[in-house]
């Protein structure tokens, strides 16, 4: 059955229409609402910049970083005239650094062409911006009727209309897209599409959501069923590979190594310590690390690494990370490391690194009092 009768047979078998469904998430959104900056202002920057922020991030932690990022850059000139580093490092912690990346080079472009750009095509042409944010940015700055389909969205349409077709599928993408935008109240897009994300953050959650106190139970297809639990349906699991590094912060006197990680993964222009990456763990790799140390220490025979802290694991989205960390002291008069530049160690705070490093610094720099 195409989607839009399925629609129209379960919405009339109900005895609801669409209007009142966004109705019941307005209601619903006027007394549970958040008080978040970014609803206070119909300036598409600031749209944008939250948006961004709340792409992989809570709002807990988002929150914070916004505040922070716009009183730094507070419109996209500003934004376009810093240098990536700083961006970065204002970014730091965020995680997902290619956003950021995107957001600056973004925000060169529009301030090239000399305003935000007006129309959903032309932010949709934005770099980083997909079709959800597009739709969050217009909605939200112009009151366009376009509906926003995230990871909330999916999870209330899945359950309130039983649709177990799976989220990642072209097909399960293109039928959500469709029920979303006949269930959209288009005379009130900023405030429906709020209403329906505040819904799936606060109420109809992941897991265990508060079905009974549910303004909308009473027509969800998923409780009536006991689904709720099961839906969405996802077809494909993420992969998730394992990676092994070895951190070695090297200290001559007052100074340290650092470098910026090129390559195309998630902490590209982030910054590092020495780093040697072997493919399984030391205990069943340390000839080839110890050879591998050799070759970026060539100067020195005598290599006593003190080990800070062992076996950290740190997960992202597709890859778990296996993480040592070492420190090494070498004579001050050394100074020069292939591939890596010195820097004084009270100004380390200054480059943007990711959560992992910054983990490994702490535990350096803070017994001794510095900064970080």
Same mark, same amino acid.
């Given at each position: ?22 109705? =019941?998430? =307005? ?28 792409? *992989? ?6 929150? !914070? ?9 507070? !419109? ?7 240098? %990536? ?11 997902? #650094? ?21 129309? #959903? ?7 980083? @911006?997909?079709? #959800?944010? &597009? ?11 376009? &509906? ?26 293109? *039928?959500? &897209?469709?029920? &979303? %935008? ?9 405030? +429906?599409?709020?209403?329906?994300? !505040? ?25 009536? *069923? ?15 590979? $394992?990676?092994?590094? $070895? #951190? ?5 006197? %007052? ?59 740190? @997960? ?21 490391? %292939?591939? +890596? ?15 992992? @490093? ?15």
């Amino acid at each position: 059955m195409a989607l839009c009768a399925f629609l129209a047979l379960f919405l009339h078998k109900n005895r609801i229409i669409m209007a009142e469904f966004a109705d =019941i998430l =307005i209601r619903w959104y006027d007394e549970n609402k958040r008080d978040l900056p970014w609803r206070n202002t119909k300036d598409p920057y600031r749209i944008w910049i939250s948006e961004i922020i709340l792409q *992989q991030t809570r709002v807990a932690q988002g929150y !914070d970083y916004y505040i922070r990022f716009v009183r730094r850059f507070p !419109d996209v000139f500003s934004l376009a005239e810093a240098e %990536e580093d700083e961006v970065m490092k204002y970014w730091q912690g965020l995680g997902y #650094y290619s956003r950021a990346r995107n957001l600056h080079a973004a925000a060169r472009s529009v301030a090239e062409a000399g305003s935000f750009p007006s129309t #959903y095509e032309g932010v949709l042409a934005m770099k980083g @911006v997909g079709e #959800y944010t &597009a739709a969050a940015i217009c909605s939200f700055a112009y009151d366009m009727p376009k &509906a926003v389909v995230d990871g909330n969205v999916y999870r209330i349409l899945s359950r309130w209309l039983g649709m177990d077709i799976p989220i990642d599928s072209t097909q399960g993408k293109k *039928q959500f &897209a469709q029920a &979303a %935008e006949e269930l959209l109240d288009k005379t009130r897009p900023a405030l +429906y599409n709020q209403a329906i994300m !505040d819904f799936g953050a606060l109420q109809c959650t992941p897991s265990s959501p508060d079905c009974q106190a549910c303004p909308l139970a009473d027509s969800c297809v998923a409780l009536a *069923q006991g689904k709720v639990d099961i839906l969405p349906v996802k077809q494909h699991k993420t992969k998730v590979s $394992n990676r092994f590094f $070895n #951190y070695i912060y090297v200290r001559t006197g %007052e100074y340290t190594f650092i470098r910026k990680r090129t390559g195309n993964d998630i902490w590209k222009n982030l910054y590092e310590p020495v780093l040697i990456e072997t493919e399984s763990d030391l205990t069943e790799n340390a000839e080839a690390f110890a050879e591998k140390l050799h070759d970026v220490l060539k100067k020195h025979a005598d290599i006593f690494l003190k080990p800070v802290k062992l076996g950290v694991k740190h @997960v992202l989205s597709h890859r778990v990370i296996h993480a040592n960390f070492y420190e090494l002291v070498l004579p001050e008069d050394f100074d020069a490391l %292939e591939g +890596y530049q010195k820097v004084p160690i009270e100004e380390l705070h200054k480059f943007a690194v990711s959560n992992l @490093v910054y983990q490994f610094f702490s535990l350096i720099l803070e017994p001794n009092n510095q900064k970080m």
